[in-house]
């Protein structure tokens, strides 16, 4: 019923910025949050950023104000800007969506790969 598709990962040196993209579609009445999420090799699944339709977001720790969540209502789409990436942001990015902020999502793209290397 909804479909998420990422965009905009990639190869990036350290200190170095990337803005992935996600677009929703189907049933986007369902959809009230949508964010990211990253899973590196050997780890589990953990929040980056969410937003919700009104603007209302939620941060990791370890992001420490380096990453910017938005969303963009009009063409469904959610944006990360990310910036003074370091080694360890290297994972498979996920964009999620779902009810409410607080919630796991309910619905997975695909994922976008971003590696942070020199």
């Known amino acids: 019923q909804v479909q998420l598709v990422e965009s905009g990962g990639g190869l990036v040196q350290p200190g170095g910025s990337l803005r992935l993209s996600c677009t929703a579609s189907g049933n986007i009445d369902s959809i009230n949050a949508m964010g990211w999420y990253r899973q590196a090799p050997g780890k589990q699944r953990e929040l980056v950023a969410a937003i919700t339709r009104g603007a209302g977001t939620k941060y990791a720790d370890f992001v420490k104000g380096r990453f910017t969540v938005s969303r963009d209502n009009a063409k469904n789409q959610v944006y990360l800007q990310m910036n003074s990436l370091e080694n360890e942001d290297t994972a498979v990015y996920y964009c999620?969506?779902?009810?409410?902020?607080?919630?796991?999502?309910?619905?997975w793209g695909q994922g976008t790969q971003v590696t942070v290397s020199s």
């Open positions: 999620g969506a779902g009810l409410l902020l607080t919630s796991w999502p309910r619905h």
